[in-house]
């Protein structure tokens, strides 16, 4: 994969530059994180099959083997609430606010390390199903969908803050663990004695932000493995019975960059022209250059804008696929802009892969679902963030932008040749500018033959003379020892901007003026 040539967006002045009087301070983080923890053996039906046979115990005496160690879990449940005086409510509401609960339960008790409230469900879990071919005369387990009771134990770790661990109560007993990056990063900003003020599940003051930056890019991943495993024996207690160890994947993440202002009025006074451009102008060629993706012709996935007005803020949602990216007014003080990965591997980075013949290479892969790529994820969702805020920061400063619209508009004299300008009102002007702000084009580039193919109409030569008048307006940048060519930050601008002013100002006015 080809990246433009380093400083070509260092041009671009972000909105955070723009509004640093007003913005108290800038942090990236992980926010939501959930885990899931799978027994290797136990997560397979082959595997399960495998792990009876070796002991000898019958295929169809599954039921037998597992009810002792469901069983245990259920009594280490009661016990662990004898110890610490609380009760097992049963929940059986589908719509029940589970965070609602515990904000209650927390406000009562105070924010102490411990147990905080236990309760049960039955939902829905994979199980397996014995079988015996007749044709094969072969007895296995195979995979079979049920529903059992699940355990919810909420706690205050010393070092993660609020958690949870979901434990079922039947086999293949897959644990789900969630923590939240806010939490443990207000843990570290105590030990190391900086002060800040929280709200929710968010900084709205730190007392050094550019110290806070650094402990949320210090998180290590093997000490959350360290952490899951005392969770999995304490909430779990079957291991030593089963003789296995679980193995921890990341089954979503999201990683916010929080912009804090000073006072709400500040956000609010150019919240709404954001997020109004951002639901109207946002194509899915866009969404796939924020998410650092190629958008191609075979693409089936869903893709979509979204607007919700919550209690926390207004909100817009840009999806695509397994990843989404969303922007929001946080109790109307903070601008979050966040990305969220329900499925990891869909995003790729530059790693060392095994090729089936046992050589191994470097090269751009899927992430693997590991815990471990928790710091190589934190910079593909960080660089995923500030894509959309340098879109954000293109359309923020109208009048600027308009100065800029009105120069490309005009007729430029270069070595004794004029070059017109371009105009969004004519078509082919339109769709030349439109075709260079594609996603696959915005990141990987775009060449003479690239363009043709959206142009057949267009010969070589004459293409090439649409690159040269790009060029001469400052709208594109030939990259360095190669054929290819980059919107620069005037040419994103005046494509954001354009679309901006004919979409939400002009077509709407045409539109409602009366007809003669």
């Given amino acids: 994969m080809y990246y433009p040539p380093k400083g070509w967006m260092m041009s671009l002045t972000l909105l955070t530059e723009r509004h640093a009087k007003e913005i108290a301070g800038v942090l990236s983080c992980y926010d939501r994180v959930i885990v899931q923890g799978t027994l290797p053996v136990f997560c397979y039906a082959d595997g399960m099959t495998a792990y009876l046979s070796k002991r000898r115990i019958r295929i169809f005496d599954f039921t037998q083997f597992a009810k002792p160690l469901t069983d245990a879990i259920k009594a280490n449940a009661e016990e662990l609430a004898a110890a610490n005086g609380l009760k097992i409510d049963y929940v059986r509401r589908k719509n029940f606010r ?26 829905p879990c994979t199980t397996y199903q014995p079988w015996h071919d007749k044709k094969s005369g072969r007895t296995y387990l195979r995979y079979d969908d049920g529903k059992c009771l699940h355990y919810y134990f909420y706690f205050i770790d010393e070092e993660l803050g609020l958690c949870y661990v979901r434990v079922p109560t039947w086999c293949p007993f897959r644990l789900q663990f969630y923590c939240n990056g806010h939490n443990w990063l207000a843990r570290q900003l105590d030990r190391k004695k900086i002060r800040y003020t ?11 932000w550019a110290a806070a930056q650094e402990l949320a890019d210090s998180w290590d991943p093997s000490c959350l493995h360290r952490k899951l495993d005392e969770f999995a024996q304490r909430y779990c207690p079957i291991l030593k019975q ?29 919240y709404g022209n954001l997020i109004r451009t951002a639901i109207h102008t946002v194509k899915p060629d866009d969404i796939a250059t924020f998410l650092g993706k190629k958008l191609n012709g075979n693409y089936q996935d869903e893709m979509g804008n ?32 966040e990305t969220t990965a329900k499925d990891v591997s869909f995003f790729k980075h530059y790693r060392e892969v095994e090729q089936r013949n046992g050589e191994k290479v470097m090269k751009f892969a ?13 910079e593909v969702l960080s660089a995923a963030n500030r894509r959309y805020l340098e879109f954000l920061s293109a359309i923020d400063d109208p ?7 009105n120069k490309i508009t005009r007729t430029v004299h270069e070595e004794a040749r004029s070059y017109r300008g371009f ?20 990141i ?25 008048r790009l060029r001469t307006h400052g709208l594109i940048k030939k990259a360095t020892h190669c054929y290819k060519y980059y919107l620069t930050v005037l040419g994103k601008q005046v494509v954001t901007l354009g679309l901006k002013l004919k979409e939400l100002v002009i077509i709407p006015e045409l539109a409602a003026m009366p007809s003669r």
């Avoid at 929280?198 to 050094?208: H, K």
């Avoid at 679980?246 to 709400?264: K, N």
């Avoid at 009048?399 to 619209?405: A, M, P, R, T």
């Fill in 98 to 123: 589970k965070e609602d609960k515990v904000k209650a339960v927390l406000k009562e008790r105070g924010h102490h390390s411990g147990l905080v409230w236990i309760f049960s469900a039955l939902e």
């Fill in 198 to 208: 929280m709200l929710d599940n968010a900084f709205s003051a730190i007392e050094d």
């Fill in 242 to 270: 089963i003789e296995e160890t679980y193995h921890w994947s990341l089954d979503e993440a999201e990683y916010a960059t929080d912009i804090v202002f000073h006072r709400q009025a500040d956000l609010q006074a150019i």
């Fill in 306 to 337: 979204r607007y919700n007005v919550r209690i926390e803020g207004t909100r817009v949602r840009h999806s695509m696929g397994w990843a989404s990216i969303k922007m929001y007014d946080k109790f109307g003080q903070i601008l979050r802009i």
């Fill in 366 to 378: 899927p992430m693997k679902k590991t815990i471990y790529s928790l710091g190589a994820l934190r």
């Fill in 399 to 405: 009048s600027n932008g308009i100065d800029k619209l």
């Fill in 423 to 442: 105009n969004f009102f004519d078509q082919d002007d339109e769709a030349l500018l439109l075709a260079l702000a594609r996603g696959e084009f915005t």
């Fill in 444 to 468: 990987n580039g775009v060449q003479n033959k690239a363009l043709r193919t959206r142009f057949p109409q267009y010969s070589s030569g004459k293409m090439s003379r649409i690159l040269r």
